[in-house]
């Protein structure tokens, strides 16, 4: 009897979970596990959309790796941003986060205002940017030419699209401020008296009391900072877009890369091959590098995390 | 400090008093640097914004110099932005998406998180990873298939149903920041519900959503902006279709269209931004408010 009611007990505690859970169990079977398994499927096929799929082996890869004339430009791409931009996002992130957590007046203000610009939304901000920073009018450039500066040609010149979209990449660094001031907030004041009793400059407790103690949180936004490189979508093709200046609507017909291939990232190629030119094949096997390379990352974060991800547990 | 440095009938030994005025001097120093970089920091973060909309009230022929202050004040160039086919379109657009896909988020989010916040069931930390790896995985991975699913099977192209339908079951980002916020609920409050002779759904409804508003809002804060920001849902979904487009997707034609009207496109590039930073400025307090009022934080 007893046993009875246990099972049906336990029966009606699994049939509980499962109510609940239900939404995310259709979702995660329809727009994950369904759609990446497909994702494989399609990269050993030839489909344009029209004529039905047909397999055509490990031609896809071939051609990505080896004749797609946009693949590795993007990948450089990725490791430039990733290097530069990844790494100037979390040292600039700290370094403002330090100074709000430094200033005593006005703190509230300043919060606001450095934080404001995260807000803005990819597509109006990298719109304001390609205006602000264009070679013909824009402020930046009369700026630097009344000072005497060379004005560089920013998002119309190859070697300088990627600096100033790491431009405004810092403009909007109001997560990583929020994250670090956080973390700074939580260093014990002990540690400090500790360290300035025994003589240490601004400096050594820095490097000895604070960095130890935010290792983590930097950790943290390195990683997240690379697996948002992966997914860098909108900033340079917006920026590419507008920069080419020959796009009349917002049609399918645009040169992706704008200059000279200087803003492509991965997802890019997979509009590119997909929508642009309807060879669904390749345009999968672009998305698997992308999600290996991003969950080989999200691995990491995990694992590393720590702390992080459980708290609360 | 300053009141023994003030005491002038036992005046201080000339060398501690040295001491004391470099310290002060150095803490004024300190201060000013301190201060001198706020202040430049705060111009790298405002000047854009000023620049746009002082651009955005020039006349057409001023936009295009070098010009930094508008000569006259031209307000009526955003009434043209208004005026511009589709614009309210897109505005309607906008809000229906991020208004309809926060409310779905929320509504299919919440009882995931709490299931894997409260409930002790197998296959419960595999379910967390799982979510986690969706919530990292870039949207172009699953683009493809899903492209071909809701075009050549269901024929939505043209839609922003794509876009919607999906948030109907569960949002990784959402569910994840819920369930952490979930944790924070004491398991006592639960207990006590199931004492009182609340089933689960009840106890969620009537004990741990009312504790969870300020995490429910915050969700329902970053769905919003997603919608309101994303660009590559409506280019894959709605781009044949400009009745379908949205804001941050029909601001960037904007810019097509008027080629060399920095002004006029500026204009529409400030009303795209103006709603995001006044839901902020609300949804903050409310926020704050929410945190403190529910007492759960703590």
């Not at chain 1, 790494?87 to 370094?95: C, K, N």
């Given at each position: ?9 336990r ?11 239900s939404?995310?169990?259709?979702g995660?079977?329809v ?25 055509s082996?490990?031609?896809?890869w071939?051609?990505?790796f080896?004749?797609?004339?946009l693949f590795?430009p ?5 490791l430039?941003l990733?290097l ?19 200033i005593?007046?006005g ?5 606001t205002?450095f ?5 803005a ?31 560089p ?7 300088w699209?990627k ?8 403009w909007g660094?109001g997560d ?11 260093v ?10 025994d003589g ?8 000895y009391v604070t960095?130890?103690n ?8 390195v990683?997240t ?12 093709l ?8 020959v796009i ?14 200087s ?7 997979v509009?590119n091959?997909g ?10 096997v672009?998305a698997l ?25 | 400090?300053t ?8 005046p ?14 150095r ?7 301190l201060?001198?970089?706020g202040?430049?920091a705060?111009?790298?973060f405002?000047?854009p914004f ?5 651009t ?14 508008p ?11 208004f005026?511009t ?8 657009n ?6 309809l896909?926060?409310?779905l ?18 296959g ?14 870039p949207?172009q ?21 794509p ?8 949002d990784?980002?959402?569910i ?32 741990v959503l ?10 329902a804060?970053?769905?919003?902006f ?6 590559f849902?409506p ?8 009745g ?9 034609s ?8 920095w ?10 931004m ?25």
């Amino acid at each position: 009897m007893s046993a009875l009611t246990l099972a049906s007990k336990r029966r009606r505690s699994a049939l509980r979970t499962l109510a609940f859970m239900s939404p995310w169990l259709i979702g995660f079977a329809v727009f994950f596990a369904y759609p990446l398994i497909s994702t494989v499927y399609f990269s050993f096929m030839h489909y344009d959309g029209f004529r039905p799929p047909t397999w055509s082996g490990g031609k896809n890869w071939a051609y990505v790796f080896e004749h797609y004339p946009l693949f590795w430009p993007a990948l450089r791409n990725t490791l430039w941003l990733v290097l530069v931009m990844v790494t100037l996002r979390v040292v600039f992130g700290l370094g403002v986060g330090l100074l709000i957590t430094k200033i005593k007046t006005g703190t509230g203000l300043f919060r606001t205002l450095f934080y404001l610009p995260y807000l803005a939304p990819p597509v109006a901000a990298t719109m304001a940017f390609a205006f602000l920073l264009n070679p013909g009018t824009g402020p930046v450039n009369s700026i630097l030419e009344k000072a005497g500066v060379p004005a560089p040609g920013w998002f119309n010149d190859p070697a300088w699209s990627k600096p100033a979209l790491t431009l405004l990449a810092l403009w909007g660094i109001g997560d990583l401020m929020v994250i670090f001031m956080a973390a700074l907030l939580d260093v014990p004041a002990e540690q400090y008296e500790a360290a300035q009793l025994d003589g240490a400059s601004a400096w050594q407790r820095f490097r000895y009391v604070t960095l130890p103690n935010i290792a983590p949180i930097v950790m943290f936004a390195v990683v997240t900072g690379v697996i948002q490189t992966m997914q860098y979508y909108t900033q340079p093709l917006i920026a590419g877009k507008v920069a080419s200046g020959v796009i009349q609507g917002a049609g399918t017909q645009f040169e992706p890369g704008y200059p000279d291939k200087s803003t492509l990232t991965l997802p890019q190629l997979v509009y590119n091959l997909g929508f642009q030119r309807f060879d669904y094949g390749s345009a999968c096997v672009v998305a698997l590098v992308l999600f290996a390379l991003s969950t080989a990352f999200t691995a990491l974060l995990m694992r590393r995390r720590g702390g992080l991800i459980q708290a609360g547990d | 400090m300053t009141q023994v440095l003030d005491q002038p009938v036992k005046p201080a030994p000339p060398l501690v008093s040295g001491a004391e005025r470099t310290a002060r001097r150095r803490a004024l120093l300190e201060w000013i640097a301190l201060h001198s970089l706020g202040v430049a920091a705060a111009l790298f973060f405002t000047l854009p914004f000023v620049f746009v909309f002082l651009t955005s009230l020039m006349s057409d022929t001023q936009a295009l110099s070098r010009d930094l202050v508008p000569h006259t004040w031209e307000w009526g160039n955003y009434a043209k932005v208004f005026d511009t086919p589709g614009f309210l379109t897109w505005w309607r657009n906008t809000l229906v998406y991020a208004g309809l896909g926060t409310a779905l988020t929320v509504v299919s989010s919440v009882p995931v998180a709490y299931a894997l916040a409260k409930f002790r069931f197998r296959g419960r930390d595999l379910s967390l990873m799982l979510v986690i790896s969706m919530m990292m995985l870039p949207p172009q991975v699953v683009v493809i298939p899903m492209y071909l699913f809701w075009a050549k099977q269901l024929d939505l192209s043209g839609t922003l149903w794509p876009l919607m339908i999906p948030m109907a079951f569960g949002d990784a980002f959402s569910i994840f920041l819920l369930r952490q916020f979930l944790m924070t609920i004491p398991n006592e409050y639960l207990d006590a519900a199931r004492v009182d002779g609340c089933g689960d759904l009840g106890t969620l409804l009537k004990v741990v959503l009312p504790m969870a508003r300020p995490g429910i809002a915050a969700v329902a804060l970053f769905q919003f902006f997603y919608a309101w920001n994303d660009y590559f849902g409506p280019q894959i979904y709605a781009s044949e279709n400009p009745g379908a487009w949205t804001l941050s997707y029909g601001l960037e034609s904007f810019k097509g269209a008027h080629h060399t009207d920095w002004n006029l496109t500026m204009a529409a590039t400030v009303l795209v931004m103006a709603p995001v930073i006044l839901v902020f400025f609300f949804a903050q307090k409310a926020f704050v408010e929410g945190v403190t009022l529910t007492g759960v934080k703590g």
